[in-house]
């Protein structure tokens, strides 16, 4: 039971949330226009904080911004899948689930919100340009990618494995990936390297999607798999941008 305290005016009332397989029944939480402070016992009062604020077992506030607040869920939701307990989630963070569901409305907002991988930095994946060797350009940039897709295709397989998001929400949450820059500032490398004259293909768009494919492919067998020593990845990969290289390097004048 949780009591809810309005910042402006002495009305408080009383709140049980009904626990159901680690959520609450009622998927959001409404509330009202004025200011709420969320707090452990029915007396206290208190200001609207920017992170989640709630008492700790010894009345100290206790503050957590989004992002340490979807890290903590992003790792229990990547050990346990959407099955695990928003309660867990809120006593990791040190906070109620009222508050966490004050800040998310929902289980399937948080989890789609923790599961979501931050956008990388384009450019520290595509390296400095010019390159000495485009072949050997080529094959950090992919080596770099394998690394980063590694990296997030657990917690991307987590979000597909739900059973109950449906197509709608999926395509809506997969658009927010950041699949798209990437494959746009590749191309861009690509289409830059073909004027300069390092590489030669008709198509830089296409050329990067598949670049793109081919490395993904690496680390989703590795994630699908018992994963795979460095050295296997990076033989990987040289075998790969040699296939693509046939199609991609300089014609002779």
């Avoid at 208190?46 to 009345?59: E, I, L, M």
């Avoid at 607040?69 to 990547?78: C, D, G, I, N, Q």
């Avoid at 198509?203 to 990067?208: C, G, K, V």
Wanted: aromatic share 4%; net charge positive.
């Amino acid at each position: 039971m949780i009591a809810i305290t309005t910042a402006d005016a002495s009305v408080s009332a009383s709140v049980t949330l009904t626990q159901r397989g680690g959520m609450a029944s009622d998927e959001r939480m409404a509330v009202s226009n004025h200011p709420l402070t969320y707090s452990s016992t029915p007396s206290s009062r208190g200001s609207p904080a920017k992170g989640c604020a709630s008492a700790d077992p010894v009345g100290r506030p206790r503050t957590i911004d989004d992002e340490e607040l979807l890290r903590v869920a992003r790792e229990l939701f990547r050990r346990g899948g959407h099955a695990a307990a928003t309660r867990d989630i809120a006593s990791a963070a040190g906070i109620s689930q009222g508050v966490l569901f004050q800040r998310f409305g929902s289980k399937e907002d948080l989890f789609l919100r923790a599961m979501t991988p931050e956008a990388p930095d384009v450019d520290a994946l595509l390296g400095p340009y010019p390159p000495r060797s485009a072949k050997a350009d080529l094959r950090r940039v992919a080596e770099r990618l394998v690394v980063f897709f590694a990296s997030t295709l657990p917690t991307l397989l987590q979000v597909l494995a739900h059973p109950d998001l449906g197509a709608s929400r999926l395509k809506k949450w997969h658009a927010k990936l950041p699949f798209p820059p990437i494959l746009h500032g590749l191309a861009a490398r690509l289409r830059r390297m073909d004027s300069d004259g390092l590489i030669a293909t008709p198509n830089p768009e296409a050329a990067a999607q598949m670049l793109l494919a081919a490395v993904h492919s690496v680390a989703l067998l590795e994630a699908m798999t018992e994963g795979a020593s460095a050295e296997h990845r990076a033989a990987k990969v040289v075998s790969l941008v040699e296939v693509l290289w046939v199609g991609l390097g300089p014609r002779p004048v």
